[in-house]
Each structure stands twice: as structure tokens, then as C-alpha cells.
């Protein structure tokens, strides 16, 4: 056990509650409690995982978890038994909630309404389950509450008095949040009657957690309010500014409802901390949010759970209470880190299974969190519901179908099989964006695959297989199921358009991916938002004015996008433009922290402008998210031996480059006509392998050829290739010597040819091309090329990754054995030098000659 | 230990003089939680006994009159 830093932890859910909408209203005093909660503790923004749909998001928030470790992956299940679909119920999940862990430990918990908790577990506390709240029928008829509602059974009579019926409710309810609702008519307009269950099923919640925060010892109290995502479904179409296509009177109507829910929710949280007392540490936090503004999707899809498009990417954490910050900030938290959060602040380890991170930038105190495999496998009375009451819904349903196959049971009706074939393909599709935001592609393409072959009409599918297959660079099967999308509904839709682009920026083609966005953006300027690809390009293209053009018109647009200010701010960098540079990365990081080349660019901006300090610490946050970034490591080296002066750090980083490293690549180089094409002949000659496409053709220039790779060309911009040249030799001019990616190692061989032979040879190839004149040698491109030399003698050598031998020219010509011999012993003895000798053919040397 | 729930709920305001619930309710007493609720249907039942007295009585007083 580690130090527990909390008395007792109460957790707050606020489904969809999104700053943009609670800032203002803090600003304006509407929201007393909440601002001084965030004013005595801290606060971020929480990223979402994607799809969010909050049953899954909720479960992710008890676990720690992501979605297809712990099994709610969607609103609905096939019921086990068959007859039908039913809401997703506790029992899918398959491993421990913070509770169950509590629960081990002899810690009192108590769960209301938690998104799924039905049947509710028999915890060492109370919980009242998500299925509590819902009134079904009017109210001169029996409300009953379902069987396994509130654990402990016996307070079932208690809880079920607690609960509101929305007929219940009067004026004094209802016009706070639509003052003109008299105008309302009720035959055509539902809306009344939706928000009058929101407050009443909310009410209901609050009423439980407020009874047992008041009669019951606690250490642990996890409360879930659906509310706001309900005002915001129902009614963020009329909050403010008023959208084109709402009618004036609806606006008037319903402009306030929104508003009216969060301070509602100001409201609440007042009591709820009232009764919790001063010791207690609260955990605010909103699952994803909701887009109030110009975001706001016009229209909605016809698919299931196409609402979820009007969520925004990033919810809210607030943490206060003792050992907490005050009035701090958090970065880069995300929901995935509550149960590490609250378990390390009971003192316990976190699950190394889990997927979240422990929010130490939080805590007062340093904090290093203690870790276990997995509590999973921790024994103990965890309060779940016994095993044989767990179940695998989608499993059941496969089994059920078997024995209806077999005969043992009857088929049910056509609707029931339907609709239970229709979840279990949602829920699959569900599963595979998981894996897709989990990183597990080839697990996603697997599901998807199968969905595209049973439903090929169906273009959400098989556009996220296109799209899984993007995510891992496969082009061709990217393609082919485009092409079949295009064969099957006979049209190519704007998606597939730009998906096309998207490959041709994968294909290091940024000229024709520019054309073809620069289309899109033309045809349609009013629907389709290219901005973010059209940067890309530009970036690819090195046009750094047009690609910050081209991102700021994206954050224009939307502010909050993360990848528009990071590309907005390399955009600035590679203009030196380095103070503006460093704003747009820390608005990245700010926004997204898990960004590691947002934190990369951040410490080469930083670099730029002498803050050493500051710059070693964004490299590093960048090697703690991706510690392959060899380039990070090696500028750190950098940094802390000759900056910082810290030579013993600089060792760590030093000994990590070469766990980094995925092989070994020989690189022939220097400057084009020194000698390179020989050097790639004779190691050719000589028994290795090299890295060539034969694409140019020998000429009169290079009678021999020149051993070259077309992808090389631009290896500043697409290094995805270099894998394929492990362990050959590629020919390298000196200019892109610098492109070389830090996670490969390299031995170069560096053609060192008089700079006068070097400028005489190419000016000679010029000629004979058509392309100089006799006596035109341009004396800037003959600096260019010192300048260059020097760098290679000064950089090289620095780096951890690379060694380099310098062969003479003219001694390779003159007495290419001993020269050889020194090549031989640098790449390890292995050569057959003889046979490289003879490459040398004197007579192709005219200009040495001539001199 | 649970406290055992007391039959009569009464709301004092911040200086601790007794709240009088309107009949209709109110969002403070829902927000209050489930004392509030409980209180304002104590009021309301309270409330609803009375008219249903004074039916009564004025039924008793003019038999003939239609409710």
C-alpha cells in the first residue's frame, strides 16, 4: 500500500458537461459551486475514445479500461435468453470495476445509477442501478421497479419512494428552463413532455445519492447524471447562436433549456458537497462533450447512434480536495485515467492492464504509483455478482442460435432475429472503431472485413475498413475497397474522394494529393472541409506559408483542433518563426496531450530560441509517449552535454538510442560526380546487397550506372522505405545525409572528392545534358557545396547512430587496394576487395585526367 | 451506522429559520435532494387533505351542490 492521500473519494459523472458551455456561465456567476470547486482545485479538459457512446465511456471511467478489454461496447445486447435485444446490463462486463477492488479491501462503496449497472451488484454499500429512474407509465398506474434495482434488496422500498414521476412535476419545475411553455401545444409538440422526464429522472438520482450521503458511512460514492447529455440532445439545436434552420418561435422557446440544465446541475453539486463535508476529495468529470456552437451537426445521419455526432472529443475533470492542487491546470488527461487516479489515491497500486495513467500533475505531493500485474487476478470478495450470473450476451446469442439450428429451440419471429442480428452488427462495428482507437488494426480490419462481406451496402462499414487499412499504410487494400464501395453504389462520394488523397499523401504523391483537394475545395467550398489535408500537403511540399494558410483557416473553423495547431505551428517553425511556433504547440498539447511530435516540435522551437531548459523537458515528455523518437534522444544528448552540462544524462539518453534501433543500413555518399556510383559498383562487386531500383539508366555520364532508388529523393519528407533498405546500401547525396532517421544505424561511406574535380565533373555533365554553358560555373552553388562538406564533418560525428569513414577519391583511382582495405575493415572484414578493385576503370576519369 | 429516516422533513434556510415549501414545489427543493423531496410531498399531501376537507365539509353544507 502506498500513502493514501484521500479520506474518501466522491465521483461525480456529468455526462457531456463541456467547458465551452461552462465557462461562460462561471464567468457570469450562474455556476457558483462548480467555480469554486475548479477555483480551489484542478481542472482539464478529458479526452473522450472513440465511438463515444456512454455506456462504454462510463465502464472505461470504473476501469480504467479501454472498451474491448472490459466488454460494454454498446447501448444494446442480444438478450441471453434469446427473445430479444435488451439494454446492456453489468453482467457483460468482464473485469473489476473501482468498487470491486474497494470491495476487496473491506472499503464501504456506494454507486447510483452508473451507466450500466443493472442488475446491481451486492457490494459491501449500496447501488442503485441505471435502470432505477425511468418511469414507463402514466401516473395513476403501478410504477414497479424491476428485480435487481438496488443492492441491498431490502432497501428496494426506500429507494423506490425516492423515485419522481415527471407528472409530478409543476410550473415551478418547468419554467426556469422554458418560461413562455404555456405557448406550447402539446398534441404537436413532444419536447414538453421530454424535458419534463430529463428533470424528473435526474431529480430521482440525486434524491438516492443525497439519502445516502446523508444516512450511510462512505468511502467511496461513484453518483451518475445523464441530464445534461439529455438537454443537449434534445435541445442544443436552440441554444444560442440561433442555427439557420430553427424557426424563431422554437428558438425563443427552447433557447434557455441548456443553460437552465447546468445551472440545475450548479444546484445539485451544492448539496452533494454540502452533505459530503469538507475532507472528502471530488472528482468531477464529463465522459465526452457536446459541440455548442458552430460544430453543431445541421443534420444527423440515419444510422444508429448517429446523435453521438454531436459530442465534442473532450469532456471535464475537476479534481479537489486535500492533497490537490489548487487552482491548476491539467494536460493531456483522459477518462481512462480515473480508477488509476482514485485507486493511487487510496494508497493503492494501479493495474498494469489498465490503459489510463495516474493524473500525478494533480497531486500536491510527488507521486510515483505503485503497480500490479492485473486486479483481475487478485482473489478476494469483490461484490461481483456470482460467475454463473456473468455472462457473454453476444456468446449466448451464438449459442442460441446453434440450438435453433440443432432444432432444440423454436426461431423466434422474423423482427426479434432481425433486430437481434442488427445489435450484435452495430455493436461489432462499435467494437471495431475501439480497436481502431486502441491502435489494434489488424483486430479491427478482422471484424470489419466480415461486416463488409455480410452487408455490402452498408458504407459506415466498409468505409472504416478503408480506413483501418489507411491507418497502417496497406494502399493497394485501401483501394480495393474503395473500388468496390464505387462498384457497388455506383457513385464516389466525398469521404472516398478524400480518402483517395489521403493515399496519395501516403504515397508521398503531395503534388497530385493537392490537386485533388484543391478540387474537392473548389466544388464544394460550402460542405467539405479540406483545410487540415490541403496543410499536409503543403507541409510535404515545404510551401510553409501556404500550409499556415491553410491551418489557420482550419482553426478558424475549429479552434479546439489539436493537429491543426500542431501543423499550424511546424508551418512557423520552418519560417523561424520560432515564438509564434512554440504558441501553436503548446495550444497542441494543451488541447491533446498524448501529441508526442506536438512535444517533439515544442522542444525544436524551444531549441531555436536558447530556452535549453525547457526545450530538454518537452523531448523529454516526447520519449515518455514514444520512446522511438531517436532524433528526440539524440538533440537531448545534445542538449544536456553541451547546454545543460548534465554529461551523465546525456549518457542515459546515449545508451537508449541503441534500444531503439531497428537495423543497419550502409550508406554511400557525397557530392553528386565524387564518386558515389563508383563506390556503390564496387561494394556491389564486392558481395553486398544494394538498395537500388534501377529506374536511371547508365549514360554517357555514368557508363556504369548509377545505383540509385528513386524513393531516396525524398527522404525528407517519406522515410517509411528505409525499412526495406536494412541491411543494404544506399546511395545517399550528401544534402539528404541529414534526413537520415534516427532509428536506424548507419556506416557511411563518404566519397571525399577535390571540391574543383567535384564542380569541373558536373559542370562537364551539364553541358553534355544541354543544361550549362562552357565557362558559367555558378560560384554561390560552389559555396553551397563547402558549406555543406563542413557540416558533414561537424554533425556526423555527433551523431550516436552514425560512423563515417572519409575514401579518397583519388587514391581509390590511383591504389584502390589499400583504400579498399580501410572500407573492408569499416564495414567488418567481409568484402571481396579484389574483385572491387577492378571497378576502377581510369579511362572513365576525363576530367582528372584532363587536370 | 444508518440513521434511521424521520418521518417529518422541515427546511431551515441558511439562518436557520424554517423554510415554508411552496405547494408547487420548487427546482431548490428537488436540487435539495431527497429531504426536499420528501418535505415538498409532505406539504403537497398536506395541501391535497386539505381541499379534499373542505369538499367535504362544503359538501356536507350544501348536499344538492355537484361537486
Redesign the interface.
Known amino acids: 500500500m502506498g500513502k493514501r492521500i484521500a479520506k474518501k473519494v466522491l465521483l461525480i459523472g456529468w455526462d457531456a458537461a463541456d467547458w465551452k458551455i461552462i465557462n461562460p456561465l462561471m464567468d457570469a456567476g450562474h455556476m457558483p459551486t462548480l467555480e469554486k470547486l475548479v477555483n480551489g482545485g484542478v481542472i482539464g479538459n478529458f479526452a473522450t475514445l472513440d465511438p463515444p457512446l456512454s455506456p462504454t465511456l462510463w465502464t472505461s471511467i470504473a476501469t480504467g479500461k479501454r472498451p474491448y478489454k472490459h466488454g460494454i461496447i454498446g447501448f444494446t445486447e442480444p438478450d441471453p435468453s434469446g427473445k430479444g435485444v435488451r439494454p446492456v446490463y453489468i453482467t457483460s462486463r468482464k473485469v473489476k470495476a473501482i468498487w470491486n477492488i474497494f470491495n476487496q479491501h473491506g472499503m464501504k462503496s456506494h454507486v447510483i445509477g452508473w451507466w450500466p449497472s443493472h442488475p446491481a451488484e451486492p457490494i459491501n454499500g449500496t447501488m442503485v442501478s441505471n435502470l432505477y429512474q425511468r418511469a414507463s407509465k402514466p401516473i395513476n398506474e403501478p410504477w414497479p421497479m424491476l428485480d435487481g434495482t438496488v443492492h441491498p434488496p431490502e432497501k428496494a422500498e426506500l429507494f423506490k419512494k425516492l423515485r419522481i414521476h415527471p407528472a409530478e412535476l409543476t410550473p415551478a419545475h418547468i419554467l426556469p428552463f422554458i418560461p413562455d411553455a404555456i405557448k406550447i401545444d402539446q398534441e404537436k409538440d413532444k419536447r414538453l413532455g421530454m424535458l419534463t422526464k430529463i428533470i424528473a429522472d435526474c431529480s430521482t438520482i440525486h434524491a438516492a445519492a443525497t439519502y445516502i450521503l446523508e444516512n450511510e458511512e462512505w468511502d467511496f460514492l461513484g453518483v451518475y447524471y445523464d441530464a445534461i447529455d439529455h438537454f443537449c440532445h434534445g435541445f442544443m439545436k436552440f441554444h444560442p447562436p440561433q442555427m439557420q434552420m430553427i424557426p424563431d418561435d422554437l428558438y425563443n422557446l427552447y433557447k434557455d433549456v441548456v443553460i437552465s440544465g447546468y445551472k440545475y446541475h450548479d444546484m445539485m453539486l451544492e448539496r452533494l458537497l454540502q452533505l459530503a463535508g469538507p475532507d472528502v476529495t471530488v472528482m468531477l468529470v464529463s465522459d465526452h462533450g457536446f459541440h455548442p456552437d458552430h460544430l453543431r451537426p445541421i443534420e444527423l445521419p440515419k444510422e444508429p447512434a448517429a446523435p453521438a455526432l454531436e459530442h465534442s472529443p473532450y469532456g471535464i475533470v475537476v479534481m479537489n480536495g486535500p492533497g490537490i492542487k489548487k487552482d491548476e491546470r491539467i494536460y493531456g488527461a483522459s477518462i481512462l485515467d480515473v480508477t488509476p487516479t482514485i485507486l493511487t489515491m487510496f494508497g493503492f497500486p494501479i493495474g498494469a492492464d489498465m490503459d489510463g495513467n495516474v493524473l500525478v500533475n494533480a497531486f500536491e505531493e510527488a507521486i510515483v504509483p505503485d503497480k500490479i500485474d492485473s486486479w483481475d487476478d487478485v482473489p478476494g470478495d469483490t461484490g461481483e455478482h456470482p460467475k454463473d450470473r456473468q455472462e457473454d450476451p453476444y456468446a449466448a446469442a451464438e449459442a442460441m442460435e446453434q440450438l435453433i439450428e440443432l432444432g432444440y429451440i423454436e426461431r423466434p419471429s422474423e423482427n426479434i432475429e432481425k433486430a437481434i442480428k442488427n445489435t450484435v452488427n452495430e455493436n461489432n462495428y462499435y467494437l471495431s472503431r475501439m480497436y481502431i482507437n486502441g491502435r489494434k488494426y489488424n483486430e479491427a480490419i478482422e471484424i470489419l472485413t466480415k461486416l463488409f462481406e455480410e452487408n455490402p451496402t452498408v458504407t459506415r462499414y466498409s468505409m472504416r475498413l478503408a480506413h483501418a487499412y489507411q491507418s497502417i499504410n496497406k494502399i493497394q487494400e485501401t483501394r480495393d475497397v474503395l473500388s468496390k464501395i464505387k462498384t457497388t453504389s455506383g457513385k464516389e462520394t466525398i469521404s472516398m474522394k478524400i480518402m483517395e488523397g489521403n493515399l496519395l499523401l501516403v504515397e508521398n504523391k503531395p503534388k497530385e494529393a493537392m490537386a485533388l483537394f484543391e478540387k474537392i475545395e473548389e466544388e464544394m467550398p460550402n460542405i467539405t472541409r479540406v483545410n487540415m489535408q490541403l496543410g499536409k500537403c503543403y507541409l510535404a511540399l515545404k510551401k510553409w506559408k501556404k500550409a499556415e494558410d491553410a491551418f489557420q483557416n482550419e482553426l478558424q473553423h475549429d479552434p479546439g483542433n489539436a493537429a491543426a495547431h500542431h501543423g499550424l505551428g511546424v508551418s512557423l517553425l520552418r519560417r523561424k518563426q520560432y515564438d509564434a511556433a512554440v504558441e501553436s504547440f503548446l495550444n497542441a498539447v494543451g488541447l491533446t496531450y498524448f501529441f508526442p511530435f506536438a512535444h517533439y516540435h515544442l522542444g525544436e522551437a524551444l531549441y531555436m530560441l536558447g530556452e535549453y531548459e525547457r526545450s530538454a523537458e518537452a523531448f523529454e515528455v516526447c520519449l515518455k509517449m514514444a520512446p522511438g523518437i531517436n532524433k528526440a534522444r539524440q538533440l537531448l544528448t545534445n542538449i544536456y552535454n553541451e547546454h545543460l552540462k548534465k554529461p551523465e544524462i546525456a549518457q542515459d539518453h546515449k545508451a537508449k538510442i541503441a534500444e531503439f534501433i531497428k537495423g543497419d543500413i550502409v550508406i554511400v555518399s557525397g557530392l553528386p560526380r565524387s564518386g558515389t556510383s563508383m563506390m556503390m559498383q564496387m561494394l556491389d562487386t564486392g558481395g553486398l546487397e544494394v538498395f537500388t531500383d534501377g529506374v536511371r539508366k547508365s549514360d554517357e555520364n555514368n557508363p556504369k550506372g548509377y545505383y540509385e532508388h528513386e524513393l531516396v529523393k525524398s527522404l525528407s519528407r517519406n522515410k517509411t522505405w528505409m525499412k526495406d533498405a536494412m541491411g543494404k546500401v544506399v546511395k545517399v547525396i550528401s544534402q539528404l545525409v541529414f534526413e537520415l532517421p534516427a532509428n536506424y544505424r548507419y556506416k557511411i561511406i563518404f566519397m571525399d572528392r577535390e571540391l574543383d574535380e567535384v564542380i569541373q565533373s558536373q559542370h562537364k555533365m551539364l553541358i553534355r545534358d544541354g543544361k550549362a554553358k562552357e565557362d558559367t560555373i555558378n560560384i554561390r552553388v560552389v559555396n553551397a557545396f563547402k558549406q555543406n562538406l563542413e557540416r558533414i564533418h561537424n554533425w556526423v560525428p555527433k551523431q550516436q547512430n552514425m560512423e563515417i569513414i572519409f575514401v579518397s577519391h583519388r587514391n581509390l583511382i590511383n591504389n584502390p587496394v589499400e583504400e579498399l582495405k580501410k572500407v573492408n575493415d569499416f564495414l567488418g572484414g567481409t568484402l571481396d576487395t579484389k574483385a572491387m578493385a577492378t571497378v576502377v576503370d581510369k579511362s572513365l576519369h576525363r576530367e582528372k585526367a584532363a587536370k | 451506522?444508518?440513521?434511521k429516516?424521520t418521518n417529518k422533513v422541515s427546511i431551515t434556510t441558511n439562518d436557520g429559520k424554517p423554510f415554508q415549501i411552496?405547494v408547487?414545489?420548487?427546482?431548490?427543493l428537488?436540487?435539495?435532494?431527497?429531504?426536499g423531496?420528501v418535505a415538498w410531498r409532505q406539504v403537497r399531501r398536506q395541501y391535497q387533505k386539505t381541499v379534499v376537507a373542505k369538499q367535504t365539509q362544503k359538501k356536507e353544507k350544501n348536499p344538492d351542490t355537484k361537486s
Open positions: 451506522m444508518e440513521k429516516q411552496p408547487e414545489g420548487s427546482l431548490g428537488l436540487a435539495l435532494g431527497y429531504k423531496l
